[in-house]
């Protein structure tokens, strides 16, 4: 069983950086490729970053590419989020996603991925 809990987020202005960390168990075994998704209300969960087991390959959303960097420690434990020059419109709840594999290539459609965290409040004012 894959368990995830994150951290970080809160209120932020516009043009501010903020970091949100993951902290999975029960990776370890089989490996885990991991991702963060958001929801801002009313709309649908989307994909905004992954990245792979074994390579660390990373893909991210068009809408945050450049900006955001996703990246893992070196136990492949906790996966974090760095955010730069966040947007009024990057305002949502951010879930950390995993699928249990090792494979090098990570999906974006939500249905993907089995284990979800609950979620923490990214806020960014104008």
């Known amino acids: 069983q894959v368990q995830l809990a994150e951290s970080g987020g809160g209120l932020v202005q516009a043009g501010a950086s903020s970091r949100l960390s993951c902290r999975s168990s029960g990776c370890t075994r089989l490996g885990c490729i991991m991702a963060w998704f958001r929801q801002a209300p009313g709309n649908e969960r989307e994909f905004v970053a992954s990245?792979?087991?074994?390579?660390?390959?990373?893909r991210y959303a068009d809408s945050v590419k450049n900006r955001f960097t996703i990246s893992r420690d070196s136990s492949k434990t906790t996966v974090d989020l760095q955010m730069n020059s966040l947007k009024p419109e990057d305002t949502a709840v951010y879930h950390c996603?995993?699928?249990?594999?090792?494979?090098?290539?990570?999906?974006?459609?939500?249905?993907?991925?089995?284990?979800w965290g609950e979620g923490t409040q990214v806020t960014v004012s104008e």
């Open positions: 996603a995993a699928v249990l594999g090792s494979r090098n290539y990570a999906p974006m459609d939500r249905r993907d991925f089995d284990y």
């Open positions: 990245i792979t087991w074994n390579e660390g390959r990373a």
